[in-house]
Nanobody
């Protein structure tokens, strides 16, 4: 069983940056495609970015393309989300998830961690 733990959230002003981390335990990170999702108050969880098993391919939501970068270090069992040019609408709880299928199979992601809060002030 894979356990995921997110960290790195916080309060930042619009235009600022944050770097989220997701560490895994229980299984080898390289067995899974990994992804970041977010959930704002009153809204459903939505896709942000995913990355394939070895990190060579990525997939981004249009709302974050060009501002966020997903990466992974399989040796350290860690996935990252670098968030630049943050906007108030990026405010949400950010979750890390995994999938045994393609990184583009968004609905196949699960095994969510507890999440980390990101708040962007205007």
């Amino acid at each position: 069983q894979v356990r995921l733990r997110e960290s790195g959230g916080g309060l930042v002003q619009a235009g600022g940056s944050l770097r989220l981390s997701c560490t895994t335990s229980g299984r080898t990170l390289g067995d899974y495609a990994m992804g970041w999702f977010r959930q704002a108050p009153g809204k459903e969880r939505e896709f942000v970015a995913t990355i394939n098993f070895i990190g060579g391919s990525t997939y981004y939501a249009d709302s974050v393309k060009g501002r966020f970068t997903i990466s992974r270090d399989n040796a350290k069992n860690t996935v990252f989300l670098q968030m630049d040019s943050l906007k108030p609408e990026d405010t949400a709880v950010y979750y890390c998830g995994n999938s045994g299928r393609s990184y583009q199979s968004i609905k196949s992601f699960g095994s969510w961690g507890q999440g980390t809060q990101v708040t962007v002030s205007s």
